[in-house]
């Protein structure tokens, strides 16, 4: 099984400021034959259900605000919310699909308000 | 809309079984890969279970055997059955849409809770 470690397990930045989350995956979640990463990222804000972020390590899902951002490849990944609002207050989590249909999530950061 | 609407939770003895059903609406069921996650209190997330277009059907190691997901395309319903349950299978269970093995929309969750 790849295993998911999330770093850190949480943070308190002020609002505006930049939150940096960080993802590493046990082995390499970069498929060779298409050049892409399998890494996905969630959140999940108090009391709510999870909602996809990013796919693909980098590619932003419809509608979602472009203050989120993804990087990385391999086994290192990033999320990182460039100015942080109020409603980004929430759980945040990484998702690994190289071995689907068996999939596996990091831990989790939790964001919270300085 | 796009809704998912799970039920069927509640509280059960160890050894005891449960089926939850995930409603959905906006989209058809049976033309979607759909799966279920589950959350510990408190704690982080875990794929369960994922059923393909084509019936095709996978579990996570510590549900194997005990857990069967399915879905009636009359009813546009997806099913998780648990039997055998354990107390560490305590957790809200979401429905999710899968799509290219990411998981949106969610539904809300429904909480099952496994103790004597």
């Known amino acids: 099984d790849i295993v998911m470690t999330q770093s850190p397990d949480s943070l308190a930045v002020s609002l505006g400021e930049r939150a940096t989350i960080n993802c590493k995956s046990s082995?390499?979640?970069?498929?060779?034959?298409?050049?892409?990463?399998?890494l996905a990222w969630y959140q999940q804000r108090p009391g709510q259900p999870p909602k996809l972020l990013i796919y693909?390590?980098?590619t932003r899902e419809s509608g979602v605000p472009d203050r989120f951002s993804g990087s990385g490849s391999g086994t290192d990944f990033t999320l990182t919310i460039s100015s942080l609002q109020a409603e980004d207050v929430a759980v945040y989590y990484c998702?690994?699909?190289?071995?689907?249909?068996?999939?596996?999530f990091g831990g989790g950061t939790k964001v919270e308000i300085k | 809309e796009v809704q998912l609407v799970e039920s069927g939770g509640g509280l059960i003895q160890p050894g005891g079984s449960l089926r939850l059903s995930c409603a959905v609406s906006g989209f058809t069921v049976s033309s979607n890969y759909m799966s279920w996650v589950r959350q510990a209190p408190g704690k982080g997330l875990e794929w369960v279970s994922v059923?393909?277009?084509?019936?095709?059907?996978y579990y996570a190691d510590p549900v194997q055997g005990r857990f069967t997901i399915s879905r009636d395309d009359s009813k546009n319903t997806l099913y998780l059955q648990m039997n055998s349950l354990r107390v560490e299978d305590t957790a809200v269970y979401y429905c999710a849409r899968w799509i290219q093995s990411t998981l949106e929309p969610w539904g809300q969750g429904t909480l099952v809770t496994v103790s004597s």
């Open positions: 059923i393909y277009r084509a019936g095709s059907t």
């Open positions: 998702q690994q699909y190289y071995t689907t249909p068996a999939l596996t």
């Open positions: 082995q390499s979640v970069l498929y060779s034959s298409n050049d892409k990463n399998y």
């Open positions: 693909g390590a980098s």
